[in-house]
C-alpha cells in the first residue's frame, strides 16, 4: 500500500445531523483515537457533549467500533474507493445519574416469588 492509502479520510455525524471533519486518520489509528479527536472538536455550542472515551460510540456500516481495533480492521470495502470520504455515525450516551444507579440496583436485587 502507498502512504496515500494508509490514510483514511473520515467525517463523523452528529444525531442532530452535523458534522465533524471530514478529517484524514492513517489506517493504524486506534478507534479509541478517534473517539478522544471527537471529543477535542466537539462544537462547544452543543449541551451534553461527551466527556470520556466510554461516552462516545462510533457506528460504521451499522457497527459499533470497539475501541481496541484499529480503523484498518474496521474499515469497509468502500472506504478503499480513492477520494471518498466516509462518514461515520457518533452517538453520545448521556451520563447515569446516581438515581438511576440506585434504582437499576434495586431492580436487579428484587425477587418475586409465586405460591400456588
Not at 470497539?66 to 470495502?77: H, I, Q
Amino acid at each position: 500500500m502507498s502512504g496515500a492509502q494508509d490514510r483514511i479520510e473520515i467525517k463523523f455525524r452528529l444525531t442532530d445531523g452535523t458534522d465533524i471533519g471530514p478529517k484524514s486518520f492513517p489506517a493504524a489509528t486506534s478507534i479509541a483515537t478517534l473517539k478522544e479527536s471527537i471529543i477535542a472538536q466537539w462544537p462547544k455550542e452543543k449541551d451534553n457533549g461527551p466527556r470520556t472515551v466510554k461516552d462516545v460510540k462510533i457506528i460504521s456500516a451499522g457497527r459499533i467500533l470497539e475501541n481496541n481495533r484499529t480503523l484498518g480492521e474496521c474499515r469497509s470495502p468502500l472506504c478503499d474507493v480513492p477520494g471518498v470520504v466516509t462518514t461515520m455515525h457518533v452517538v453520545v450516551q448521556p451520563p447515569s445519574s446516581e438515581k438511576e444507579k440506585k434504582s437499576d440496583q434495586l431492580k436487579q436485587n428484587k425477587c418475586v416469588c409465586a405460591i400456588l
